[in-house]
């Protein structure tokens, strides 16, 4: 079983400001990670994943997130913020092996003002 | 791009009534979940579902839920009598053995309990 803790429940940014959201989780096998956004209205859509090889991924919008295996973390960070980016920003894991469900962290509601 | 679909986008019942929600994965896809989100809450696995079966079932997955897939493209979540702690938002998932397990979500169906 996983789980996943996102430190942040929310996090109020000025545009153009750099933001970064917290994520670990812990699982007693190896793990694939995402970052979900969920828009107001709208369903998940996939920022990035990690599935294996280089630790820094690159997502859509400008997101990058860095797997830390020691750590047990995946934060998601973006240099630069736009208005556009306010959003719920999910953290989530599967077993690589199985069905692949995914268990999902508490959600991190990111706030960007002018 | 294909997406998955789910009707009605919002479902208000009277409790103890049985709802279907509905939902069209990507036609290529080969595995389908459900999770639902209960407002303010987590996103919570439900179900999934692979070759006609169920593969895995959460504990929130009891006798009052069941789920079919009544042809080549449509996939269903039944609750049979619906209590007021059913109410949430629902999503469909799906994805293929090619793009790992990168799930593609629905927009969901809100469903409220009265």
């Known amino acids: 079983a996983q789980s996943v803790t996102q430190l942040d429940s929310q996090v109020p940014v000025f545009e153009e400001a750099p933001v970064e959201l917290r994520c670990n989780y812990s699982s007693s096998v190896s793990v694939y990670l995402f970052w979900y956004v969920q828009y107001p209205n709208q369903g998940l859509q996939l920022l990035l994943k990690?599935?294996?090889?280089?630790?820094l991924v690159k997502g859509i919008n400008g997101f990058e997130a860095e797997f830390n295996k020691s750590q047990t973390s995946f934060h998601l960070r973006k240099p630069s913020v736009h208005i556009s980016d306010t959003a719920e920003y999910f953290c989530?894991?599967?077993?690589?092996?199985?069905?692949?469900?995914?268990?999902f962290g508490a959600g991190t509601t990111v706030t960007v003002r002018a | 791009e294909p997406e998955v679909t789910q009707t009605p986008s919002h479902q208000v019942t009277q409790m103890g009534q049985e709802v279907i929600l509905r939902c069209v994965p990507i036609s290529n896809h080969l595995y389908f979940y459900w999770y639902r989100q209960i407002l303010g809450q987590k996103v919570e696995f439900l179900v999934s579902?692979?070759?006609?079966?169920?593969?895995?079932k959460s504990e929130i997955f009891d006798d009052q839920f069941s789920v079919e897939r009544p042809d080549g493209s449509n996939f269903t979540l039944k609750i049979r009598s619906t209590k007021l702690e059913d109410s949430a938002m629902y999503f469909c998932?799906?994805?293929?053995?090619?793009?790992?397990?990168?799930?593609?979500f629905g927009p969901g169906t809100r469903l409220t309990v009265l």
């Open positions: 989530a894991v599967s077993d690589r092996a199985g069905d692949y469900k995914l268990s």
């Open positions: 998932a799906s994805n293929d053995l090619s793009s790992y397990n990168e799930q593609f």
């Open positions: 990690y599935l294996s090889g280089s630790t």
């Open positions: 579902f692979y070759n006609n079966e169920i593969s895995e």
